[in-house]
């Protein structure tokens, strides 16, 4: 697992850091959210971790739900969340840090569509708190769709 770089200086994300994304996915196998988890393309060189949600833990209106996980050896990392709904909506945000012309290295791409993008600050970049950060959301997420229901 990499620690970020106090300063980045690449304008590049690295390399896929195998060890960070195998940590999440320990993490993410134990929590009761997920239903499972799958490497892309494979658990030997993954470059992307894909946790599927428990479709059981949502309201109805909602068909599917998906965590996926870039993370590299420069620190830098892409959490994506994705819900999908019975009407065919889409509901997603996602979380960055990488190097951009449009924000700061970290950022935030705001739901419903994930388009609209604001400057992030996080108390710590290390993976466990980006996890924290982004579970916690994640479970707001799902009280606020029960509560609407």
């Known amino acids: 697992m990499s620690q970020p ?3 980045p200086a690449s ?5 896929p850091d195998r ?3 195998r940590l999440l996915e320990r993490h993410l196998s134990s929590d009761s959210l997920v239903a499972e988890t799958a490497f892309d393309p494979d658990s030997y060189e993954p470059r992307l971790l894909r946790g599927l949600l428990d479709a059981g833990r949502y309201p109805d ?3 599917a739900a998906r965590l996926d996980i870039r993370w590299f050896t ?3 990392f892409s959490v994506h969340y994705v ?3 019975e009407n065919g909506e ?3 945000c996602r979380w960055d840090r990488h190097p951009n012309t449009h924000n700061t290295r970290l950022h935030f791409h705001e739901p419903p569509s994930a388009i609209k993008i604001t400057d992030l600050e996080l108390p710590s970049l290390h993976p466990l708190e980006v996890y924290s950060t982004v579970l916690t959301a994640i479970e707001q997420r799902i009280e606020t769709l029960w509560s609407s229901q």
């Open 5 to 7: 770089p106090e300063a």
């Open 11 to 15: 304008h590049s994300t690295g390399p």
């Open 19 to 21: 060890q960070t994304l």
């Open 61 to 63: 209106t909602a068909t």
């Open 74 to 76: 420069t620190g830098d």
């Open 83 to 85: 819900e999908e709904h």
């Open 90 to 92: 889409r509901w997603e």
